[in-house]
């Protein structure tokens, strides 16, 4: 064991300072996070206001007569869409979560009817009685497990959005931080262009070029695949006559998010439940449904999303679960932001400058002995056309 670790100790420690600093990043901005959400949540309403504060600006207004403009046609806009979005969540979450019960009721008497049949058909012989009644305990506390996981799923989206009055706080605070910052925007940009050392200028210029854009491009095409989601499921769901459809759809954009996981995590047990309590007719639509947003979500990724982040579905899910358990919501903000420049600073060769690898584990290939070299130089020379 000792030549191993003389051979990986500085490899090692170049990898856990590595870790160490991802790590106390992510320690510190859930930290800020925490004790100043209406300051991030006013550089997000920044980036929505200033565009149209710019223009009309530019057309001759007066900058704070602009940035109020536009902070009036944000919030009337924002607080609409929020309001009559939280209603709608709310009414139809709530009677879906009071209808669980009898869903499980419905699940577990067609289970029942179905085993009765499987008894029948079989027999009475003691094996295969046995054999019944464990499948009967196994899918019924499947059931009972789904059906409470579920709920308490949907009981916590509504009582989040229930419980809104943090986020009302926050969000006033972060309009009234936004349209500040967007008046003295001119101000804070020479400043730190006058202040800033030039070590943190060729970071920040990094960042800009390398992870901020890429995060920007992320993002917008997440928001139209996640759109486009919404708007098919919601349709489609409201033509089936479907309950509480726009919550379903909310619920599966909001999986849609996620990697590796999307829609199917809502519309597959679904339609097993539909299958067995009998609904044959609403399991194959919700099937077709189920393949063509796959099919759109698939046609339309790579045109939309690209290659944006770069980074596999599976280590960007993966990395996004460490950071909720460790940091909450604070971790899955900043989770592609950090893995992005990750990536960022790999494809610049920092990484290489950073770690220093074992020496003998990776061997430059061997050059080409003196003879081979001047046969195949001798050989090379026999080819060539005569002038």
Same mark, same amino acid.
């Given at each position: ?5 003389? %051979? ?9 300072l590595?870790?160490l600093?991802?790590?106390l990043?992510?320690?510190v ?5 925490r004790?100043?959400?209406p ?11 200033e565009?149209?504060?710019?223009? &009309?600006?530019?057309m001759?207004?007066k ?7 536009s902070?009036l ?6 607080l609409?869409? $929020?309001?009559?979005? !939280?209603? $709608?969540i709310?009414q ?5 979560v009071?209808n669980?019960?009898?869903?499980q009721?419905?699940l577990?008497e067609?289970? !029942?009817?179905?085993?009765?049949e499987v ?12 054999l ?18 579920? %709920? ?6 509504v009582?989040y959005?229930s419980?809104v009055s ?16 967007s ?13 800033t ?9 990094f ?7 890429g ?10 695949m996640?759109?486009?989601t ?9 033509l089936?006559?479907v ?6 759809a ?6 849609d998010?996620?990697?590796l996981?999307?829609? *199917? ?7 097993i ?5 009998? %609904?044959?007719?609403l399991?194959?639509?919700?099937? !077709?449904?189920?393949?063509a947003?796959?099919l759109?979500r698939q046609?339309l990724?790579p ?8 980074v596999?579905?599976f280590?960007m &899910? !993966? ?6 358990? $460790?940091?909450?919501?604070? *971790? ?5 932001? $950090? ?6 600073l ?12 074992p ?6 290939p061997?050059?080409p002995?003196a003879?081979h ?5 001798a ?7 005569s002038?």
């Amino acid at each position: 064991m000792l030549p191993f670790y003389k %051979k990986y100790w500085r490899t090692a420690f170049d990898i856990a300072l590595i870790a160490l600093t991802v790590f106390l990043i992510m320690y510190v901005f859930s930290f800020l996070y925490r004790i100043a959400t209406p300051i991030f949540f006013s550089f997000v309403i920044f980036l929505c206001i200033e565009p149209l504060a710019r223009r &009309l600006h530019r057309m001759g207004m007066k900058k704070s007569i602009a940035s109020g403009i536009s902070v009036l046609v944000f919030t009337v806009i924002i607080l609409g869409v $929020l309001s009559g979005a !939280a209603l $709608l969540i709310i009414q139809q979450g709530s009677n879906l979560v009071e209808n669980f019960p009898k869903y499980q009721k419905m699940l577990m008497e067609q289970i !029942a009817f179905i085993t009765q049949e499987v008894q029948q058909r079989m027999g009475n012989m003691p094996v295969q009685l046995d054999l019944v009644e464990r499948s009967q305990e196994l899918i019924g506390g499947a059931t009972a497990t789904l059906s409470n996981v579920g %709920k308490n799923i949907f009981s916590h989206v509504v009582t989040y959005v229930s419980s809104v009055s943090s986020f009302i706080f926050n969000f006033v605070v972060g309009i009234i931080l936004a349209y500040f910052l967007s008046i003295e925007i001119t101000t804070w940009k020479q400043t730190a262009e006058d202040k800033t050392p030039n070590t943190f200028k060729k970071a920040f210029f990094f960042l800009r070029n390398n992870v901020f854009k890429g995060i920007a491009l992320y993002i917008k095409a997440q928001a139209k695949m996640i759109s486009i989601t919404f708007v098919v499921i919601l349709v489609a769901l409201m033509l089936l006559g479907v309950d509480n459809a726009f919550v379903i759809a909310v619920v599966s954009a909001i999986f849609d998010i996620l990697p590796l996981l999307g829609v *199917g995590t809502i519309f597959i047990p679904w339609i097993i439940y539909l299958i067995i309590v009998g %609904k044959i007719s609403l399991a194959i639509w919700l099937s !077709a449904l189920f393949l063509a947003v796959v099919l759109t979500r698939q046609i339309l990724e790579p045109k939309i999303t690209g290659d944006s982040l770069g980074v596999s579905a599976f280590t960007m &899910l !993966a990395f996004m679960i460490v950071s909720l358990s $460790l940091f909450g919501v604070a *971790g899955v903000i900043l989770s592609p932001i $950090l893995m992005i420049l990750i990536k960022a600073l790999y494809d610049q060769g920092y990484f290489h400058r950073w770690i220093h690898a074992p020496v003998g584990e990776f061997d430059a290939p061997a050059a080409p002995l003196a003879g081979h070299s001047s046969e195949a130089e001798a050989e090379a020379g026999d080819t060539k056309p005569s002038r």
